[in-house]
């Protein structure tokens, strides 16, 4: 079962569409997050109303529920989200959609997702400029480098492109055996992609370990 949770302001599509092209079933669960108070309720209430009746007429037995965070202080705000995510039953996927809403919980949901990164199956972004839904690559930011494969880490990031397995091994001052043993590692934390070709392994910097890389 899934649990999309969401930020939202007055445009319910920008929930309701990355709902329906992923797909919900009956016992999955949409949580919105909105700020704990707000101007227009009006148009709010009806925003919710309109993705309370959409998750209805496709399964009847999904949920529904909003959850309100303190906009009054920006970390605040951050924690707030965090628990959100934090909240959600480890054996359900999570998946997230940045689906517009006020800035003051748009903004801190995002560094909230970031933090989350490992723990989130899916993430979406309905679009401004063409109006579709995009799948969104969160970065793993809080990851860590193994300190035995640092070297391999930097070595790697010196190409600026993929590399095959025996060129690396070849490049580095240790054995085959390490450095194949080091990549896994790297792999495991999601700083390097993989993969093979004709029983070769290439390897190159994930986008975590290009942005990890730029923030040294």
Known sequence: M?????????????????????????????????????GNTDRARDAVGYVEDMVEEIAPDASVSTERVDTSEFTTTVLQCSDVLNAVDDERDLIVNFGGGAREVLLPFMIAAVLYAPSIDGAFQYTDVDQEVRTVSIPHLTAQIPRSAVATFDLIAEFNEEIALPELARESDQSK????????????VEVVDTRFENNTKYVCLSQTGRLLRRSE
């Open 2 to 38: 899934r649990t999309y949770v969401s930020t939202l302001g007055f445009h319910e599509t920008r929930v309701t569409r990355p709902v329906i092209k992923h797909g919900i079933d009956d016992g999955d669960r949409v949580v919105l997050v909105r700020p704990a108070s707000e």
């Open 177 to 188: 055996s390490t450095v194949s043993r080091h990549v896994d590692d790297l792999a495991g």
